[in-house]
């Protein structure tokens, strides 16, 4: 865990989650499922967990895999560019890290840290 790169990382993620949800109410389900997402990947392995977290099939409360799109465009903006899909749009964490896989350890530290950094922006919006 690298303190500095998470507290780098905060402002974008306060200036992605704003853009995402311009009225500054985020669903409270997202500070559950992105407290989770690291708990995870220690625990069931990084492309399991991105895996469960972008199954478009999961019966969730709402798109877990909108904090894997978001996590991504933080990582590398470049390939969190926007798609057709509504409210988060972006790219796949999943297929980044399957297309990066000789820096596989690398990238889950980066992950981990940026969830901290997601996790700690959500505290400065409403989650309704």
């Given at each position: ?33 992105i ?57 796949s ?36």
């Amino acid at each position: 865990m690298s303190k500095t790169y998470i507290e780098q990382n905060i402002p974008n993620a306060i200036r992605i989650l704003d853009a995402r949800f311009p009225d500054g109410k985020i669903p409270k389900v997202y500070n559950g499922y992105i407290a989770a997402l690291g708990a995870g990947i220690v625990q069931s392995g990084l492309k399991a967990t991105l895996a469960l977290y972008e199954n478009r099939q999961a019966n969730t409360i709402d798109d877990r895999n909108c904090l894997t799109r978001i996590i991504l465009e933080i990582l590398d903006p470049d390939h969190g560019l926007p798609q057709e899909d509504g409210q988060c749009p972006g790219g796949s964490l999943l297929q980044y890290v399957l297309d990066h896989a000789d820096e596989e350890e690398r990238l889950k530290e980066r992950i981990i840290d940026i969830a901290v950094a997601v996790k700690l922006a959500l505290r400065t919006f409403k989650l309704v």
